[in-house]
């Protein structure tokens, strides 16, 4: 089946460093999303981006379906931005990354 | 709007006991989906529906059952429970989309954490 990775798996930041979170899928994937599972456990939905590039605030991602990758850059970072960062995509089946978890330390 | 509703959002059972887990959407939407949520695995589909009345299995739907007697509400049951399916539990809800091709984000509700000792 189709394997997805997320790099790195865990990310300590300064608040107001930048950074940049990866999805590599290992066939192409339809529907790709980005979530964030804040401390509490919600999970609130960031971009739908099966392609091209979208920016909210500090957030942006931009997905490249031709050569099967995502990538979420954060600015800024706040400590609001701690949680578990997931992709997420379908190809006949729903394909769910193990996310990558970020804390952001004040 | 409340989208996906998840209740209850805590539950504790014993071994053996029965629940209902209940999602409701208001967003009209076809499709809804239960996942699981355990340490160390991402969500997994355990059961879903891509219409009224339509139940279909997803990677791990072994001792749950769904159903979807109407379209705004899908549950999801335990008939007996173990502590193997002490879990978080999400729902899903998304606008129609055949076999997965589709091009529809999902609204996931706020989960429902289980216990089971």
């Known amino acids: 089946g189709i394997q997805v990775e997320q790099s790195p798996p865990d990310l300590i930041l300064q608040e107001g460093a930048n950074s940049t979170l990866r999805c590599n899928f290992s066939d192409s994937v339809n529907n790709l999303q980005w979530f964030h599972q804040n401390p509490w456990g919600q999970l609130i939905n960031l971009f739908y981006i099966p392609s091209g590039t979208k920016q909210n605030g500090r957030l942006s991602a931009t997905t490249v379906a031709t050569e099967r990758y995502s990538l979420l850059y954060i600015s800024s970072s706040q400590t609001t931005d701690s949680g578990v960062y997931f992709c997420?995509?379908?190809?006949?089946?729903?394909?769910w990354g193990l996310g990558t978890s970020l804390a952001v330390n004040p | 709007n409340a989208g996906v509703t998840q209740t209850p959002k805590f539950r504790v059972l014993k071994t053996g006991q029965s629940m209902t887990l209940l999602c409701a959407q208001d967003m009209n939407h076809e499709y809804m989906y239960w996942y699981r949520q355990d340490p160390g695995m991402g969500l997994r589909l355990i059961h879903y529906?891509?219409?009224?009345?339509?139940?279909a299995k997803g990677e791990v739907p072994d001792g749950y059952n769904v159903s979807r007697l109407k379209k705004q509400n899908f549950l999801l049951g335990l008939e007996s429970a173990a502590p193997s399916q002490t879990s978080v539990y999400f729902c899903?809800?998304?606008?129609?989309?055949?076999?997965?091709?589709?091009?529809?984000?999902?609204?996931f509700g706020d989960g429902t954490r289980l216990s089971i000792l």
């Open positions: 997420f995509g379908n190809n006949r089946k729903l394909i």
């Open positions: 529906s891509v219409g009224e009345g339509t139940t």
């Open positions: 899903a809800s998304s606008y129609s989309t055949p076999a997965f091709k589709g091009n529809q984000p999902q609204h």
